[in-house]
Structure formats: C-alpha cells, structure tokens
C-alpha cells in the first residue's frame, strides 16, 4: 500500500473516531462501533471508496482491510499503554505471598508475564473485544469503590470473598487480587493453534471443559502465579450454577463483567431518575437466577449503587 493510502486509511479512521458518540467511548468500545459502522454500510463505503479523494487506485475491499488494519493500530496503542499502566502502577503484586503464605512468588517476573500476556490477548480480535467491560472497571475504579463499601458493611458479599473463599487479607490487598484477575479473564477467548474458545462453545459442558483446559493453559503461560488465581480468573466467565461454592472471586467478577457488558458512556442520568447502576442491578437482581448472577452479590450491588461514585 502506497504512504498516501496508508494516509487517507489514517484520516478516515480518524473522523471516524471523531465523531461525538464514538469519541466518548473506550478505544474497544469505539472499534466495535466503526466494525458495526463498516458492516451495516459497506456497499455505500465500496462505492464511495472509488472516488479521487479516497482510493481510486486500489480495489474497495483492500481499501476496508487496510482501514481495518489501521483501526486495530489504533486501538492497541491505545490500549496496551492503558493496561501497562494498570500493572505497573494500580496492582501490588506482592500480595500473592500473603495469600499463598508458604510461597514466595517473584513480583517482577509475575509483572512481565502479565505484561506479555495480556498484549497477546489483546492482539487476537476476539478476545480484544472481552476487555471492552474491563477497560470501563479499571477506569471507573469500579473495583476500589464497589470493595470499600463491600468491606465497611460486611455483609452477604464480604462473608463470600474472605470466609468462603478463604480468602483472609485486608481491604486494599484485595483490591489489588480482583484487579489481578480481571486482567486475566479474556483468556478462555483466545484463540490458540488448535483449541476451542468460548466464543465457539455449545452446552454447558462444553463450557466448563474449555475453562477447565484454559486453566490449565495460562497456569503455562504465567508459571510464576499459582493455579488458584488462573482458575479464579478463567472461572470468571461462568455462572453462578457452574461453579464450586468457594469462587466468590470468579461470581463477583462475572457480575461486575456483565454490568460493564452494558455501560454505555452516552447515557446520562436525568435529574431524579436513579442511576444507572440502580437500574441495572435492579434488572439483574430479578433475572439473576436466568443470568447466572450470584443473588446475594447483586441484592447488594444494588443497596450500594447510589454510593458507588
């Protein structure tokens, strides 16, 4: 492809992303607009391709793959600063030696592997668009105000994470540890050589066999972190029926993934009307049992959500 091509591909993606309700979205959230965007006009995008302003010397569908290319460009170097940054900076990795006492884990190395997995998932189209709800948690701080008001009231959800699960450390050390595995859950998306995602997945038992192998998996991928926590993570994709009694971890991030599933930035509270999280855990917690919501996490998502903020 010839520099002005590659140019006018540049310029197009950047009105694209110019425009008033895909500037306000997360870099994931904006390509799936402009894909939604390119496949429900392509006909009209291919003729107007063969105009002198855009490319005339190439056929429209290399004109659309080249955009396409440039998007992704776009969106990962966007993205993979974001998620570096989150490492780097917002994840105390230590914190897995007070979990796994009789472990002493190497936090820089643990670090990098994240580093580097989380670019590889991030290139694979599929499992790019699972970190879409992840984006919006980590900007939002959603973990840090949701657990502080979990932990002062200590009620149903806090009882789940620290005595079911066993898991015994302090408010902030926890934050860091459902920050950990949240990076983590696209992994059952990604596609490898010769395995099944959960994108292809039929039945329930299929399900549970895919996470089952990813598990296995990414404890190859990240040797340095236990098995716990990449179960944990991986098992963050499955309802509340398929999984054992101990994940509170795995339900708690499920629910939080789902809700951010939904988020869109455009939407604006009107004066008196609840927000945005009231109304939608109010749905969840009445379809909770369809959905595979853990009930007694999001009847307590939604006492608290007027004060998540």
């Known amino acids: 492809m010839s520099?002005?091509?590659?140019?006018?591909?540049?310029?197009?993606?950047?009105?694209?992303?110019?425009?008033?309700?895909?500037?306000i979205e997360s870099p994931i959230g904006a390509e799936s607009q402009i894909l939604l965007f390119i496949k429900n006009n392509r006909s009209k995008l291919e003729a107007s391709f063969k105009n002198p302003e855009f490319f005339p010397s190439i056929p429209p569908d290399q004109a659309i793959a080249f955009i396409l290319q440039s998007l992704q460009k776009r969106v990962l170097e966007s993205c993979i600063p974001f998620?570096?940054?989150?490492?780097?900076?917002?994840?105390?990795?230590?914190?897995l030696n007070k979990v796994h006492k009789n472990h002493n884990f190497n936090v820089e190395a643990v670090k990098q592997s994240y580093?580097?997995?989380?670019?590889d998932m991030l290139q694979d189209s599929v499992c790019r668009v699972q970190f879409k709800?992840?984006?919006?948690?980590f900007e939002k701080r959603y973990i840090d105000k949701s657990l502080a008001l979990i932990f002062e009231r200590k009620a149903f959800t806090y009882n789940e994470l620290v005595r079911v699960q066993k898991c015994?450390?302090?408010?902030?050390?926890?934050?860091?540890?459902?920050?950990?595995?949240?990076?983590?859950?696209?992994?059952?998306?990604?596609?490898?050589?010769?395995?099944?995602?959960?994108?292809?997945?039929?039945?329930?038992?299929?399900?549970?066999?895919?996470?089952?192998?990813?598990?296995?998996?990414?404890v190859k991928e990240i040797p340095l972190i236990d098995i716990t926590e990449c179960k944990l993570a991986v098992d963050s994709n499955l309802p509340d029926y398929l999984l054992e009694n101990w994940e509170a971890s795995s339900r708690f991030l499920f629910i939080l993934i789902s809700r951010f599933?939904?988020?869109?930035?455009?939407?604006k509270k009107e004066k008196g009307a609840?927000?945005?999280?009231?109304?939608?855990?109010?749905?969840?917690?009445?379809?909770?049992?369809?959905?595979?919501?853990?009930?007694?996490?999001?009847?307590?998502?939604?006492?608290?959500?007027?004060?998540?903020?």
Request: aromatic letters at 10%; one cysteine or more.
């Open 3 to 23: 520099d002005t091509n590659l140019q006018r591909a540049e310029k197009f993606i950047n009105h694209l992303l110019e425009l008033p309700n895909i500037r």
């Open 83 to 95: 998620f570096t940054k989150i490492i780097d900076s917002e994840i105390d990795f230590s914190i």
């Open 115 to 119: 580093k580097k997995i989380i670019e």
């Open 133 to 137: 709800s992840i984006y919006y948690i």
């Open 168 to 218: 015994f450390i302090e408010l902030q050390d926890y934050i860091s540890y459902l920050k950990m595995l949240l990076l983590l859950t696209p992994y059952p998306h990604l596609q490898k050589a010769g395995n099944k995602t959960l994108a292809s997945a039929n039945g329930k038992d299929e399900i549970q066999s895919i996470c089952k192998l990813a598990t296995g998996s990414l």
């Open 261 to 267: 599933a939904d988020y869109e930035p455009a939407n």
């Open 274 to 309: 609840e927000t945005a999280d009231k109304s939608w855990y109010g749905v969840a917690r009445k379809v909770a049992q369809n959905y595979g919501y853990n009930k007694g996490i999001v009847d307590e998502l939604y006492l608290i959500a007027n004060e998540i903020k």
